[in-house]
């Protein structure tokens, strides 16, 4: 099992261009997640998924995009990429709700100058 | 709406010592709590998770108790590695199977 992926692991964007942030499971979760972690403000939820086809907004989801067309993946696309953006953006994904594990990928590092 | 306040850091150890992070959480009704940690360059891990009142989570040597009079998990080591260095960061779970987390508390243990 590889757990959950992320491609790639570092990005340099200029303001205004737009990029996909891969996320992939082979754990076959039904529940999947993208954080953003900056500093002194520990991770927020961006969007989440509940199952394929099915997609919600957490606490900051201006500026990002989501879709969830298959169970195994769930790309965060940024549509015009700005400073304010640059964070390092973590995926995760649990078996179910409440009390089950959440398993993070490795992080995506991405710059916007 | 839910909210996780944990003490702020860097907390500086030496080996050997004893660990405390404070962690107090503001949430309806009766969340799992959880403590998840970061090594440098890495992503979160599990370290334990509690899901109702009274309960205590372990694992490697850290445990914390689920206080729902307090609204506390506070996790706590007798005795921190250099190995345990990282970032530890207290959480909440939601029914709808997303997170909320505190801002995390660096730990810096030296020999």
């Known amino acids: 099992n590889a757990g959950v992926t992320q491609t790639p692991k570092f990005q340099v964007l200029k303001t205004g261009q737009s990029m996909t942030l891969q996320c992939a499971q082979d754990?076959?979760?039904?529940?999947m997640s993208w954080y953003r972690q900056d500093p002194g403000m520990g991770l927020r939820l961006i969007h989440y998924?509940?199952?394929?086809?099915?997609?919600d907004q957490g606490e900051v989801p201006n500026g990002y995009n989501v879709s969830r067309s298959t169970t195994e993946d769930f790309p965060l696309r940024l549509l015009s990429a700005a400073p304010s953006q640059t964070s390092v953006y973590f995926c995760?994904?649990?078996?179910?709700?409440?009390?089950?594990?959440?398993?993070f990928g490795p992080g995506t590092r991405l710059t916007v100058t | 709406g839910d909210s996780v306040t944990q003490m702020e850091g860097p907390v500086t150890l030496s080996e050997e010592a004893f660990l405390t992070i404070n962690c107090t959480y503001t949430a309806t009704g009766y969340p799992s709590l959880f403590w998840y940690v970061q090594y440098p360059g890495e992503g979160l891990q599990l370290l334990l998770k509690?899901?109702?009142?009274?309960d205590k989570g372990s694992n490697k040597g850290f445990e914390a108790t689920y206080r729902k009079e307090t609204t506390s998990f506070h996790l706590e080591k007798g005795s921190v590695q250099v190995s345990d260095s990282a970032v530890y960061f207290c959480?909440?779970?939601?029914?709808?199977?997303?997170?909320?987390f505190g801002k995390g508390t660096m730990l810096l243990v030296s020999p």
């Open positions: 509690a899901t109702k009142a009274d």
């Open positions: 754990m076959n979760h039904e529940y």
């Open positions: 995760a994904s649990t078996a179910g709700t409440g009390t089950y594990e959440q398993y």
């Open positions: 998924s509940v199952g394929a086809g099915i997609t």
């Open positions: 959480a909440l779970g939601h029914v709808g199977s997303t997170l909320t």
